[in-house]
């Protein structure tokens, strides 16, 4: 899959992780969405390296997806945690 794609799949992985964790985010839409970018690239690096389930090939695979959601979410997961009582 080419870095466009991944980045195409790491904005609605952002997206759809604010859907699955809706509240108020300490850096907002742009924070959120680059959240997203980077858990469905660290989502698909843990899918390779320790599920032997690389997600370079499908775009539309239901790995892909799920690896870069989780991702998402777990990164949004922290940032809230470590940044998220900033906007108090």
Do not use: C, E, N
Request: no cysteine; hydrophobic share 55%; proline share 3%.
């Amino acid at each position: 899959m080419s870095f466009v794609a991944w980045i195409v799949l790491g904005l609605v992985a952002g997206a759809l992780a604010k859907l699955l964790l809706p509240g108020r985010d300490p850096g907002g839409l742009v924070v959120t969405t680059l959240i997203g970018v980077a858990g469905s690239f660290v989502g698909g690096w843990l899918s390779a390296r320790f599920l032997d389930r690389p997600v370079t090939t499908q775009f539309f695979d239901l790995a892909t997806w799920a690896s870069a959601i989780g991702g998402a979410l777990v990164l949004l997961l922290l940032y809230r945690i470590f940044f998220g009582h900033s906007r108090d």
